[in-house]
């Protein structure tokens, strides 16, 4: 169920963006395998406030984008660019957690039932396939600055 809604949310028009909130459904069958239930459900909870952030950040983005850069006071030039640079921020972060989610769901499935890693490996999959939705959705850089500084190459290079 949930993945027909992420690969509705991806066939949308660009014009009118939106990703789902992420939900897994958990039997409660599943609660006995607390592994499993609390790696889904912590793992559903910050997927979903990533989600939330990221369509907050865009929406905020969108009134810059019919904005002429050179025509903004230095203010709106710093909010713009301050945007644009907290938002590949965000994105810095939740590629980190993509590499410490991986960590943890290898820990979890060590120590769940065999029921417990079905549902993880199904979990996981639905995790990184909203994390796709959300990069083909959303992007990872607003786009907004002129200039823009890759957090790769840093302020000097």
């Not at 239930?37 to 909870?45: A, G, L, V, W």
């Not at 865009?58 to 203010?75: A, M, N, T, V, W």
Request: aromatic share 10%; with cysteine; glycine share 6%.
């Amino acid at each position: 169920m949930a993945f027909c809604l992420l690969a509705a949310a991806c066939g949308q028009q660009q014009e009118k963006v939106s990703v789902p909130p992420l939900k897994i459904d958990l039997p409660v069958s599943y609660k006995s395998d607390t592994v499993a239930y609390n790696f889904i459900s912590s793992e559903t909870e910050t997927w979903n406030t990533f989600g939330k952030q990221v369509r907050s950040m865009h929406k905020q983005g969108e009134k810059y984008r019919k904005q002429d850069f050179e025509k903004l006071s230095p203010r709106k030039e710093l909010a713009l660019v301050t945007l644009d640079y907290e938002y590949a921020l965000l994105w810095t972060g939740i590629d980190q957690h993509v590499a410490l989610m991986l960590e943890l769901w290898q820990q979890a499935m060590g120590k769940a039932s065999d029921q417990g890693q079905d549902k993880l490996i199904e979990a996981q999959h639905l995790f990184l396939a909203y994390y796709a939705d959300l990069e083909k959705a959303y992007g990872k850089d607003l786009k907004l600055d002129k200039n823009p500084i890759t957090l790769d190459k840093g302020l000097f290079e």
